[in-house]
């Protein structure tokens, strides 16, 4: 249907449009930046039903303003729908009603929020969340269970490091899981101890494993409620689109079921978990890829950890932990098998990898891979490609491999990777320029809950380079910077093509989707310092408007 729009409606305006062009329902008149390089710029776009009319000067699209078509006069910038490709999104939501720890800048604040939060709910009640980072804390000292025993003793508790790959128990937690002195060391974590051999309470990794077992899973109810929250959130923000890794099943059916309800308002591709691949495919055969509102195409596996939790695979030892290169979370063998294995069932296969060694082993698997079972497009993608040796970043095009990073790690990283790290490896940290240069695509998006879900964060920290903490006013790494552009592109037309939905979204121009954000600004003109504080003024997803700021 679209397609035949699309060769309808470029005969007719070959033509000069006259009578016979149709009414749109929706006109927007204003600057359009298209993403489409054939067309980057116009004056207004036309909308019909959930597809995109005409794009063009004002005089092009006022053709088709008839006596019922609404227009809607814009000032700042209409861009593509804004998409995220990497972000975990039940967690997303429920983080929004969980304990917010993520700028606590002290032990004491740290504490006083979890006793607040533990008062507000009833007792027995497991309290997550917390997305804390022990970098803004003096000393960078790792919190502990003592600091929150007292304060729970009717709740378990176990709140997470914001990038994922720590959290803290307190002892009623690690009680109900049965991590004791005796707990033997997990393959691919590490549980932090006392000299004496007693837990801290600081999992890393795999070892968070026992308490993911005694945690309950959502109910339908909580999780409906999360993806919903998450979509409303991720609409404010612009974003029409987002490809949720690590998905777990209950949060792929909480979407179909708000689809069911007529409350779907984003775009959602899933990947679950690499280890369950053969239920992916299976369910694949049983039900399909999806359509473009829900589609389950892909897995995501881990080779590494975190940078900030001192777990990300490198070929040299941490400054600051010389006894550690990090930590190999899911083991050669084994990734060697289920990629392979994804790979021969036709799935899409994405994998977190942050340390050198982790990304030169993922593309040596990749590439086995590819010669293994002979071309076809799979478009697989390195999930952060965070710390890159000039070796790596030359593979990723010849390969075809995607580059899927995310660009506000740079600015909260740049803190304190100088503490982990060397300086000639921190040449190749968020490598995103010579990621482009070396001709490879580049993949945005933001690892919520990890980083905030802002897009405009994440173009600010593209752009400019800098720190949040503002040490870095000249950039930090500033040759990795990239054009404003660039990181638009690669949040709109490359996030589409990194989850083969190109024909779909990611451009303005006829017959694709009409998914498009309305922004406040043109952020072509504003001072890069200004890019963070751009907002959405209005999200149009498949032509409905899902989001409109409040004039207040």
Avoid at 452 to 472: C, I, K, M, Q, Y
Wanted: charged share 20%; hydrophobic share 45%.
């Amino acid at each position: 249907m679209r397609r035949a729009l699309a060769v309808l409606l470029t005969g007719i305006l070959a033509c000069g449009g006259g009578s016979n062009v149709p009414a749109a329902d929706l006109v927007l008149f204003g600057p359009v930046w298209t993403g489409n390089p054939d067309q980057p710029v116009a004056g207004g776009v036309a909308i019909s039903g959930d597809s995109i009319l005409a794009v063009g000067d004002s005089a092009v699209v006022a053709a088709f303003v008839g006596t019922e078509t609404r227009t809607e006069y814009v000032a700042g910038l209409i861009t593509p729908g804004l998409a995220d490709d990497h972000v975990h999104f039940s967690d997303g939501g429920m983080a929004l009603g969980q304990v917010d720890l993520r700028d606590a800048a002290t032990p004491e604040e740290f504490t006083q929020r979890i006793a607040a939060f533990a008062k507000s709910i009833p007792a027995g009640q497991w309290i997550l969340g917390g997305i804390w980072d022990h970098e803004n804390f003096p000393g960078a000292e790792l919190p502990r269970r003592e600091w929150i025993d007292s304060i729970t003793p009717d709740h378990p508790v176990f709140i997470q490091r914001l990038d994922g790959h720590m959290g803290l128990a307190n002892t009623k937690a690690l009680e109900l899981a049965g991590v004791t002195r005796a707990t033997a060391e997990v393959p691919g974590g590490t549980i932090v101890r006392d000299p004496d051999g007693e837990p801290t309470g600081i999992l890393k990794d795999e070892a968070m494993g026992p308490l993911w077992t005694v945690i309950p899973s959502p109910s339908a109810e909580i999780a409906d409620s999360a993806v919903v929250r998450a979509m409303r959130h991720a609409n404010s923000l612009g974003i029409t689109a987002v490809a949720a890794v690590s998905a777990p099943w209950y949060e792929i059916a909480a979407t179909r079921r708000i689809r069911e309800a007529g409350q779907q308002s984003l775009r959602v591709s899933f990947y679950p978990a690499l280890a369950g691949w053969q239920g992916v495919a299976d369910t694949i055969a049983a039900r399909g890829l999806g359509d473009d509102w829900i589609r389950v195409g892909g897995v995501k596996g881990f080779v590494d950890g975190s940078l900030g939790s001192t777990t990300a695979l490198f070929f040299e030892p941490y400054l600051d932990e010389p006894r550690s290169r990090g930590l190999m979370v899911t083991p050669e063998d084994s990734l060697r098998t289920w990629i392979g294995a994804a790979d021969s069932a036709g799935l899409q296969v994405v994998v977190h990898a942050i340390g050198e060694r982790a990304n030169a082993l993922l593309l040596d698997i990749f590439d086995s891979v590819m010669t293994a079972h002979g071309p076809r497009d799979r478009r697989f993608r390195i999930e952060h490609a965070q710390h890159l040796r000039p070796e790596e970043i030359a593979r990723l095009a010849p390969l075809g491999v995607l580059a899927s990073m995310q660009p506000f790690h740079a600015a909260d990283d740049g803190r304190w990777a100088h503490k982990r790290i060397r300086p000639t490896q921190l040449e190749g940290t968020y490598a995103f320029r010579s990621v482009l240069d070396a001709g490879a695509t580049l993949l945005f998006g933001s690892d919520w809950t990890v980083a905030p879900l802002s897009p405009f964060d994440g173009l600010w920290a593209a752009v400019a380079r800098e720190t949040v903490d503002g040490a870095n006013p000249d950039g930090w790494i500033p040759a990795q910077r990239i054009t404003l552009e660039e990181a638009l592109t690669a949040y709109t037309r490359a996030n589409a093509y990194g989850t083969f939905a190109e024909n779909g979204w990611g451009t303005i121009r006829p017959g694709m989707l009409a998914d498009i954000a309305v922004l406040d600004r043109d952020l072509r003109t504003v001072p890069t310092a200004e890019l963070r504080e751009a907002q959405a003024i209005m999200t149009i997803v498949g032509g409905n408007v899902v989001y409109r700021r409040s004039a207040n």
